[in-house]
């Protein structure tokens, strides 16, 4: 008896209080009948060996007392595909956010050990954005019904296929790219309240254009994220991806001209300041006009390439 | 996963795989007999009991978690009451009960049929 006590004590402990008396009388009743079974098999009282045979089939008592408990998982099957995908996702954002500013400034020479810490609290951070992305989902689970969720599907709904020779857009690469553009825009930020972040030597300083650029690069790297956060929900939207590529390369083209147009880009104090400036000046002018060539090449080469797809396919007439 | 020596994927267990199967299978069936049992007032102990003597096994700690599941989808009533000089909890179908379990036995007979045809 003195095992079947703290058995019952044991699953006790695990149970909702509420139904916790209950559940407890009606296990006694069913095991105290399965005693007196047994020791009318045996014919004598029952041993400690025996209560242990008796009780063992019946599981580990935090075992037993979970299969009273309604819920049995956070995520259920129907949200699970959900679940592990913007997990995935999440994290993959979250390695380039809480990494690769760092990254960026250990390989400019600026706090090297930067990115040993990072790489030491991503853990940390990575198990942030796990707990968050599942809380998210286990109340969605609990609070929406997942069989209206399955029969609400409409193959209607499903994306056109890809126009033919149109690259499926990979939602890995548009995650590295939110992540850079957020890690970017993060330095673009911190450099505009403390300039020491734009890595210049001393004698050097940036022209009066720094001041009005700030705030049109900075809102541009926040629709880029927004645009890119769009694509990862819905990569199927290719000719959105198109167009919003289009339109942020213009814009971005426009602040590159507008800054390469700019005098003097970098002013420099003293004669070795302003022969440094000078130099500077011109290797960013030439990566100003290399970098803008090489976006709107890319970015025209992708739209004819799939005007060029739809057109093979009849599908210019729509959208 | 584990590998045979060559590399390759070594086969699953045909005897673990049996058994998933097989308790998967019998899963499915356990609330059918449960209520199929019901229709007569019983409490856990001789419940069990007759369903043993049918060739359905529970175990110990599966059939009171299913019976108050059942319990509380309406489709059982149960009440405590003294037997024996105990107190047990005596459990029956209710009116929902009785329908759900005509439909599920329906559903049981169309999916033997079609089972004997293929099998």
């Known amino acids: ?319 | 996963m584990s590998r045979t020596a060559d590399g390759t994927p070594a086969p699953p267990d045909q005897g673990e795989v049996f058994e998933n199967l097989r308790q998967e299978l019998r899963r499915g069936t356990l609330v059918l007999a449960v209520l199929s049992e019901l229709r007569h007032e019983r409490y856990g102990y001789t419940l069990r009991s007759r369903l043993a003597q049918a060739g359905v096994e529970l175990d110990e700690g599966t059939l009171y978690p299913l019976l108050r599941r059942l319990e509380s989808q309406g489709l059982l009533a149960s009440e405590w009451r003294e037997e024996d000089n105990r107190r047990k909890r005596f459990y029956r179908l209710s009116p929902a009960g009785r329908a759900v379990l005509k439909q599920l036995a329906a559903e049981w007979q169309s999916i033997n049929t079609s089972l004997t045809r293929m099998l």
Not at chain 1, 3 to 25: F, Q, S, T
Not at chain 1, 46 to 54: P, R, V, W
Not at chain 1, 309 to 319: C, E, F, K, L, Y
């Open chain 1, 1 to 319: 008896m003195a095992l079947l006590e703290r058995y019952l004590d044991a699953v006790g402990r695990h149970l909702p209080p509420a139904e916790e008396e209950d559940i407890l009388a009606e296990l006694r009743d069913d095991i105290q009948a399965k005693y007196d079974r047994r020791a009318e098999e045996l014919g004598r009282a029952l041993t400690q060996d025996d209560e242990a045979e008796l009780l063992r089939p019946y599981g580990r008592p935090i075992v037993l007392a979970s299969r009273y408990r309604k819920p049995q998982h956070l995520v259920g099957p129907a949200w699970f595909p959900f679940y592990w995908n913007t997990l995935k996702i999440a994290l993959a954002v979250a390695l380039i956010v809480a990494v690769g500013l760092p990254l960026v400034l250990a390989l400019m020479g600026r706090s090297p050990g930067a990115i040993v810490r990072a790489l030491f609290n991503f853990p940390e951070t990575a198990l942030t954005v796990f707990a968050w992305v599942t809380i998210v989902f286990a109340a969605v689970e609990a609070f929406t019904s997942s069989t209206k969720f399955r029969d609400n599907w409409d193959p209607r709904s499903l994306p056109r296929p890809r126009p033919a020779g149109v690259a499926r857009t990979s939602r890995f690469d548009v995650a590295i790219e939110l992540g850079v553009s957020a890690a970017f825009l993060g330095w673009w930020t911190a450099a505009h309240r403390s300039p020491d972040l734009l890595f210049l030597p001393p004698v050097v300083a940036l022209g009066p254009w720094w001041a009005s650029v700030y705030l049109p690069l900075a809102a541009l790297l926040l629709v880029s994220i927004v645009v890119k956060a769009v694509i990862l929900v819905r990569p199927d939207w290719t000719g959105f991806r198109l167009a919003a590529g289009l339109l942020t390369t213009a814009a971005g083209t426009a602040i590159a001209l507008f800054v390469a147009w700019s005098e003097p880009l970098l002013t420099g104090s003293g004669a070795g300041g302003e022969k440094l400036a000078g130099i500077l000046e011109s290797l960013l002018r030439w990566s100003i006009g290399v970098a803008v060539v090489i976006a709107v090449t890319t970015t025209a080469l992708e739209a004819w390439r799939y005007l060029r797809a739809r057109r093979r396919t009849g599908q210019v007439s729509t959208t």
